[in-house]
Nanobody, 121 residues
């Protein structure tokens, strides 16, 4: 499966962005999808995940209440809606997919190329 992440950009603090993760090569309905981010000089960290078949989601405490993960089966695409963005949300955001998925990045074998989100204060 190939993943294409998009939607990043420059936004002021308090603003919103929606990231998209479009899958191709196979239907994503049998996989789990996660969003991770990596800021310069920092480790990659979990942001959110969705268990595609049942739609259950998990989000990191740092973004809980501000970020929402969702999916569109017809478009084979996952989304990360990011509201009330903060400067500390600045990072490259990656989507990933795999059968197991979850909050651990090593459980994902398929990764998108990343999309940069910059939040100015």
């Amino acid at each position: 499966v190939q993943l294409q992440a998009s939607g990043g950009g420059l936004v002021q603090a308090g603003g919103s962005l929606r990231l998209s993760c479009a899958a191709s090569g196979r239907t994503i309905s049998s996989l789990n999808v996660g969003w991770f981010r990596q800021a310069p000089g920092k480790e990659r960290e979990f942001v959110a995940s969705i268990y595609w078949s049942v739609g259950s989601t998990s989000v990191a405490d740092s973004v809980s209440g501000r970020f929402t993960i969702s999916r569109d089966n017809a478009k084979n695409t996952a989304y990360l809606q990011m509201n009330n963005l903060r400067p500390e949300d600045t990072a490259t955001y990656y989507c990933a997919a795999d059968i197991i998925g979850g909050v651990v990045s090593s459980r994902y074998n398929f990764w998108g190329q990343g999309t940069l989100v910059t939040v100015s204060s």
